[in-house]
């Protein structure tokens, strides 16, 4: 039950990682709309990854609260949900602005180490969300509500 959730949560970090990267290339001649609006503080998140492609491999959600330090830090801890249950997680990584889109690469720890990447929109100072679907088949929707 462990080694269907460890190897999907491995998956998912590898797409999520990858999604990630191609955000930051694809937004990189985009205008920095977003690069003077401060995202430092606390917010609260939601992060899920469900697959509708022929594989259909069980869905992935995390709520965690996030602190965004200035600097380019980023730290949370929350829940994992999936297949093989619910786990506590935590993450550390680096925060950058790319256009309006607020991307974190970092490393996690759920059942075990992995690569995190999380990316979301900036709508306004009080809240970030997207929804990707990825060719893949997987859509990963994420929203976060600033806190303080």
């Known amino acids: ?5 460890d190897r999907r949560i491995r998956e998912v970090s590898k797409r999520l990682r990858s999604i990630a990267l191609t955000a930051l ?9 977003a690069q ?3 995202v430092t503080g606390s917010w609260a998140c939601t992060y899920g990854v469900r697959d ?6 069980p869905a992935v959600y995390m709520e965690f609260q996030m602190q965004v330090l200035p600097g380019g830090g980023a730290q ?11 786990f ?3 993450f550390q990584g680096n925060w950058q602005l ?3 889109d607020f991307i974190v690469q970092g490393q996690m720890m759920a059942l075990y180490p992995a690569s995190f990447a999380f990316g979301a929109t900036v709508l306004n100072s009080s809240q ?4 990707i679907n990825a060719q893949d088949g997987n859509v990963i929707a994420s929203t976060c509500q600033r806190i303080s």
């Open 128 to 131: 970030m969300s997207s929804t």
């Open 1 to 5: 039950m462990f080694a269907m959730f």
């Open 52 to 57: 509708t492609g022929p594989l259909q491999r």
């Open 76 to 86: 949370g801890q929350g829940t994992m949900a999936g297949g093989a249950g619910q």
């Open 25 to 33: 290339i694809a937004f990189a001649s985009v205008p920095a709309a």
């Open 36 to 38: 003077g609006m401060n």
């Open 98 to 100: 790319v256009g309006s």
């Open 88 to 90: 506590p997680m935590s």
